[in-house]
């Protein structure tokens, strides 16, 4: 979980949140907790005063969750509860993280793209392009020579990667991105990283992929995040 904490977040140096970890740099959530078996993991944007994230651990320690389900409504709703006294709550996110086994099948026949060969992603994934120093290792997965699915390093710190997998509508449910998914957390370890995947609730397309794998569910997420002007 720390592991997973460091490649979504840089934090100050009291450990609270200041940016989500992406190149653009966008605000992190208000609070985010994550839980393994056994034990809860906190951390605060860091503008939120002491005394409340004092009283969201507290809160957060009394609500020992089993990590194969979502958080209680109920649970959620007393966390927003005490937000609302500083900021107003927008969006909640949560899901399973998963880490990846020792051993795994090897990948499909994927091709790892950069800079030298990025006209392979045009037509298909242009949004790459611009950033592709920065989501190293990513891969495709050719049929009929035409790119249908791209996994790539969606966060990445010194110690760690977290999967970022995208699949053209057409070739989804195929198990493509499985084999994406595995050549690229086997360039993870060989670039000396742990390669990390996690998913929201909601998509069980990708905890699919994640069971299909055998990928090992280690804990959960919790993003509770301001609301925005408008929404």
Same mark, same amino acid.
């Given at each position: ?32 907790? +994550? ?23 507290? *809160? ?19 966390? @927003? ?13 949560? +899901? ?11 990948? &499909?026949? /994927? ?9 392979? !992603?045009? &037509? ?13 290792? /990513?891969?495709?997965? !050719?049929?009929? &020579? ?17 999967? &970022? ?7 989804? @449910? ?19 990283? $742990?390669? !990390?995947?996690? $998913?929201?609730?909601?998509? $069980? ?7 299909? *794998? ?5 804990? $959960?997420? *919790? ?9």
């Amino acid at each position: 979980m720390r592991l997973h904490v460091d490649v979504l977040f840089i934090r100050d140096g009291s450990g609270h949140l200041k940016h989500l970890n992406v190149p653009s740099r966008p605000p992190p959530p208000l609070v985010y907790i +994550g839980r393994v078996a056994g034990s809860v993991v906190c951390h605060y944007r860091q503008d939120l005063p002491d005394d409340l994230c004092g009283e969201l651990n507290m *809160l957060a320690g009394t609500s020992m969750t089993d990590i194969r389900s979502r958080e209680p409504a109920a649970f959620v709703g007393a966390v @927003r509860g005490l937000l609302k006294t500083h900021v107003a709550v927008g969006d909640v996110w949560a +899901g399973p993280a998963y880490r990846f086994p020792e051993k795994f099948p090897a990948g &499909g026949d /994927c091709i790892v793209v950069d800079r030298s060969n990025s006209s392979l !992603l045009v &037509g298909t994934f242009d949004d790459y392009i611009p950033e592709l120093e920065l989501v190293q290792p /990513c891969v495709v997965l !050719l049929v009929d &020579g035409r790119p249908v699915t791209i996994c790539h390093s969606s966060r990445l710190s010194p110690n760690a990667a977290e999967a &970022g997998i995208e699949t053209l509508p057409a070739y989804r @449910r195929r198990g493509l991105g499985a084999q994406a998914v595995v050549k690229w957390a086997s360039l993870v370890r060989e670039f000396g990283r $742990t390669p !990390l995947y996690s $998913t929201s609730w909601e998509n $069980t397309a990708s905890q699919g992929l994640a069971k299909n *794998l055998r990928l090992v569910q280690y804990g $959960t997420d *919790l993003h509770l995040s301001e609301r925005q002007p408008g929404s």
